[in-house]
């Protein structure tokens, strides 16, 4: 038995239920979309229906993971954790991305993507509180956080290429939680029993 | 070092209890089917460990309904997070006595006449059964 082992997988489930991520990702291509007025998207209605749709898929997928790994309240400090990176890392993604290229007087309007950049940094230090962090998430959120920062984003505004890029990101990140999930639990199996 | 330091604590101390406290030690609480899926335990085997537990104090043990489905929560007591965390600890206690125990053994060359002579020595193997 290797309790560090046991410890980590109980401790880590809640965080790299990665499916999640799929339609979460979605929702973040649908909003670029929506917000380059992209086909049926630039209605709103459409919009909405769209965003209903992820939030139902979100919820089918969370009870995939309950009826086929089981459900798991972490400890009171990893929430802690998980909620005190989450808040300042909001807070710290809108200075820098407002510092980094904006509209404010005091933004240094740099030539680079601050949605991308600031969002795979905000990722990066999440990943490493709450689950490790794995070496696919230094590879996807570090690789997201030097692509928006290569200064090569001159010209028009690149926030929706910003947003598609971090919702193929999350999307990719999260199918690589799953079979995180997977390697350490087992593939889901409707065959064991519920007490 | 006092002897009863180191004497093991039977109930925690069989592996599929021991894996059962250790998983939920790093967490507020996980229900049967996760248990069921980290420890690699029949349902048969982990209800009766889990009894066990419960009427040992180490455990509650919360059976509800979720979307018409029951589910058993479980959750550790302090008593149970103390007793596990001791466990823990004299099992590294005990490696590491046996770690300098055979670091502190003259090192000898196996040679055919030798090679079983240490048949008879024991040493804490740090196994679980």
Known sequence: ?195 | MADDELVLDKLVHEPGRLAILTVLSSVNDADFLFLQRTTGLTKGNLSSHLTKLDDAGLVTIEKRFVLKKPNTRVALTPSGKRRVADHWERLDRLKALADHARAAMPSRAPSPSSKNSHASTRFPSGSSK
């Open chain 1, 1 to 195: 038995m290797d309790p560090e082992r046991l410890r980590s997988a109980a401790a880590e489930y809640p965080y790299l239920r990665g499916l999640v991520s799929i339609p979460a990702g979605a929702l973040f291509i649908v909003a670029a979309l929506g917000n380059a007025g992209w086909g049926p998207l630039e209605h709103d209605w459409v919009f909405v229906t769209a965003v209903l749709l992820i939030a139902a898929a979100c919820a089918a997928i969370n009870r995939f993971y309950n009826e086929h790994y089981g459900r798991v309240t972490p400890s009171t400090r990893q929430q802690v954790k998980a909620v005190a990176v989450t808040a300042a890392g909001v807070l710290l993604m809108l200075v820098a991305a407002t510092l980094l290229r904006s509209r404010a007087s005091w933004s240094l309007d740099l030539p680079v993507n601050p949605i991308p950049a600031v969002f795979g940094a905000l990722m990066l230090a999440y990943s490493a509180a709450v689950a490790g962090p794995r070496p696919h998430h230094v590879v996807i959120w570090g690789g997201l956080m030097v692509a928006g920062l290569v200064p090569v984003w001159d010209g028009a505004d690149p926030s929706n290429v910003g947003l598609v890029m971090c919702g193929v990101a999350v999307m990719l990140n999260g199918l690589l939680d799953h079979l995180q999930i997977v390697r350490t639990l087992g593939p889901a199996s409707p065959s064991l029993g519920r007490g």
